[in-house]
């Protein structure tokens, strides 16, 4: 029997959602590596949106990633992207279940 278990991360539907958030009370600036990975296995997907939201700005939505950026079947792309306290990820795909967003924290520091 194939296995059957989700993949690490976060699937991506074709909706906007969070995919990482630094708490609010975390008192660390977080250096975030998220990874796009194409699960789909045949057919090329697209990262529709990746919005980094700006808590410090009044939750502002700035895009960090072309819009439409191609993930070609079975590859990926990554971003890095510093994130004060409050921050967060929003992601959306071209179809559901095609992308997978993998958060990675891979450094912090006192603010």
Excluded: H
């Excluded at 990262?47 to 009044?58: E, L, M, Q, R, Y």
């Excluded at 992308?99 to 912090?108: G, L, R, T």
């Amino acid at each position: 029997m194939a296995d059957q278990k989700a993949p690490p991360g976060k699937v991506l539907t074709a909706s906007l959602q969070t995919i990482y958030t630094n708490p609010s009370n975390s008192g660390v600036r977080e250096t975030l590596e998220v990874r796009f990975n194409n699960i789909d296995g045949t057919n090329d997907a697209a990262i529709t949106a990746c919005n980094w939201i700006d808590a410090s700005n009044s939750n502002l939505a700035l895009a960090i990633v072309p819009v439409n950026a191609a993930v070609a079947a079975q590859d990926g792309i990554s971003i890095l992207k510093l994130l004060d306290p409050g921050d967060s990820i929003q992601a959306s795909a071209s179809a559901a279940n095609d992308v997978v967003a993998i958060p990675e924290v891979i450094a912090a520091e006192p603010v």
